[in-house]
């Protein structure tokens, strides 16, 4: 099963918007409203940032926002500060045998 | 305080098995399923394994299938995976992580909320 792709590293100033964009087919992320977004820091857990392709948990920033089109999944992350300096995976359901899949990854530089 | 503590990590020998526990806290074990998720030294996440919240349904990735084996404990509130006939490909972080869905059962995944900070396991000679 291929990982979503995502770019490699996405990087901007502070106080700037950036995208992540998250790309599949059409069963898993053009097929189902299951994208999730996931912020990593070096050494530590994942953590759940957007679920279901655009809600937040309680305590994620509004900064975060996602967005699909179809088989396509964009994180946007708004007024961009250092500690946003992190990498950033996305995941999804899909249908192909395996049910679950994560994206490669995108490292972020602010 | 809802956590899930991961142990068991560890350096093992090509060929030989290792069992890893996820100890949970702070919220109902038995309603929810639950997943085990790598991460290869410097790479992304990988999907490994999902129990359902009763226990009747899992799934696997298909690099560990016959050999990995996920399994719960409801009386321990305890996640487990055991893994045998390891190869070098199979040292990472395992992390367990949680299932939003309550009492209910699928392949569906819709995302994983709860995430322990993870075991590490090197397998080399």
């Known amino acids: 099963q291929s990982a979503l792709t995502q770019p490699a590293s996405v990087s901007g100033s502070p106080g700037q918007s950036i995208t992540i964009s998250c790309t599949g087919a059409n069963i898993d992320v053009g097929d189902y409203k299951y994208v999730s977004w996931y912020q990593q820091y070096p050494g530590k857990a994942p953590r759940l940032l957007i679920y279901e392709v655009s809600n937040r948990p309680s305590g994620i920033s509004n900064r975060f926002s996602g967005s699909t089109s179809d088989n396509t999944a964009s994180l946007t992350i708004s007024g961009l500060r250092t500690e946003d300096e992190a990498d950033y995976y996305c995941?999804?359901?899909?249908?192909?045998?395996?049910?679950?899949?994560f994206g490669s990854g995108t490292k972020v530089t602010v | 305080q809802v956590q899930l503590v991961e142990s068991g990590g560890g350096v093992v020998q090509p060929g030989r098995s290792l069992r890893l526990s996820c100890a949970a806290s702070?919220?109902?074990?038995?309603?929810?399923?639950m997943h085990w998720v790598r991460q290869a030294p410097g790479k992304g996440l990988e999907w490994v394994a999902f129990?359902?919240?009763?226990?009747?349904?899992?799934y696997y990735v298909d690099s560990v299938k016959g050999r990995f084996s996920i399994s719960r404990d409801s009386s321990k509130s305890t996640l487990y995976l055991q893994m045998d006939r390891l190869t070098p490909e199979d040292t990472a972080v395992y992390y367990c992580?949680?299932?939003?869905?309550?009492?209910?059962?699928?392949?569906?995944?819709?995302?994983?909320?709860?995430w322990g900070q993870g075991t590490l396991v090197t397998v080399s000679s």
């Open positions: 992580a949680r299932d939003p869905r309550i009492f209910l059962i699928g392949s569906a995944i819709p995302y994983l909320d709860l």
């Open positions: 702070g919220f109902t074990f038995n309603t929810r399923g």
């Open positions: 995941g999804s359901y899909t249908s192909s045998g395996t049910p679950y899949v």
């Open positions: 129990i359902s919240y009763e226990g009747s349904k899992k």
